[in-house]
């Protein structure tokens, strides 16, 4: 059935197919990164995919502008991060119980509008592939190999990408990323320094619901060009455990995301080219990849000292 793939061809693909998979992954995971280095765990991050999914998808559905479809996304998530941040740093609610309620209200409410609006899975003509040409003769995207693996890609894929270094620079050589890791360290002595506790968490808590609304809908109007109930499947979850893997560094969750995308790209071919693996185990191994990653204690001792840890004034 596949004679004619070389192994060279199925290198390229998974490689082409792995940085595609990362995108959402690197959305999310570098918007939790802000969050949990403030000291704020939110395990909606799932929730707020799906709802940025639908809404993206929605608006570039009925307006047929790919950017109003990310900036709706953008918006719904930015809304439901700052809920998040009320709930849990205003509230000092549990912040993983509270995670997980917004998840199931980000899959029930996603659901609802999905059946009531639209009903049917619907195709979009969402942010189609650069091809980086030069003149009318020829595009970087022709170039063996390289070409096809890096130049044949989304705005919303580089996009992904460039936020890793930028993150980086916000948190290692700001003012800004200075607040936000004191603040996650030992909020207590960074508001005796003047610093606003609830201002830094309330600012990365919801910067983290908008990039989890870019990562849904960069599913929904980049990747897939549809969108279907549960459509992240898992995703936002794989996200937040990707924080955890890449010791809360950008480049860490860069690595991570690398990881998990390849090796998801991996099964999808194991699944086109029908190879004699069972297809639930092809399925299972980025979840099971997720377990092995978590397992490492080592990583621990990096956390945030602050991490999941309600503030209050004058406490020791």
């Known amino acids: 059935m596949h004679e004619n793939l070389t192994v060279l061809a199925i290198i390229i693909g998974i490689c082409h197919s792995g940085i595609r998979l990362a995108t959402p992954y690197l959305y999310a995971s570098i918007g939790e990164t802000f969050a949990q280095r403030s000291g704020v765990l939110n395990l909606g991050v799932e929730g707020i995919m799906l709802m940025g999914a639908y809404s993206g998808f929605f608006v570039l559905f009925k307006t047929g502008s790919p950017l109003l479809g990310l900036l709706a996304a953008a918006a719904v998530g930015a809304l439901l991060g700052l809920a998040m941040a009320f709930i849990s740093v205003t509230l000092k609610a549990e912040q993983g119980i509270s995670g997980i309620g917004l998840f199931m209200f980000g899959l029930g409410i996603s659901s609802l509008l999905f059946k009531t609006t639209l009903g049917t899975v619907e195709g979009v003509k969402g942010f189609g592939e650069l091809n ?116 809360w560094t950008p480049f860490g969750v860069l690595i991570g995301a690398m990881l998990f995308s390849l090796v998801n790209a991996l099964q999808l071919w194991v699944q086109v080219l029908g190879l004699n693996l069972p297809s639930d185990v092809a399925v299972m191994l980025p979840y099971l990849l997720t377990i092995i990653a978590l397992a490492f204690p080592f990583r621990r001792a990096l956390q945030p000292a602050a991490l999941t840890k309600p503030f209050e004034r004058g406490q020791n």
């Open 132 to 247: 980086f040409c030069l003149g009318d003769s020829f595009c970087l995207s022709q170039i063996p190999v390289v070409g096809e693996i890096f130049f044949k890609h989304s705005a919303m894929v580089y996009g992904a990408f460039a936020l890793v270094p930028i993150a980086w620079w916000v948190l290692n050589k700001t003012t800004l990323g200075l607040k936000i890791r004191a603040v996650g360290q030992n909020p207590q002595a960074a508001d005796t320094l003047g610093v606003s506790v609830t201002r830094v968490r309330y600012f990365t808590v919801t910067l983290g619901g908008l990039l989890a609304g870019v990562a849904g809908a960069s599913l929904s109007i980049s990747l897939l060009n549809i969108f279907q109930e549960g459509m992240t499947n898992g995703q936002g979850f794989i996200a937040v455990a990707l924080v955890y893997f890449g010791s």
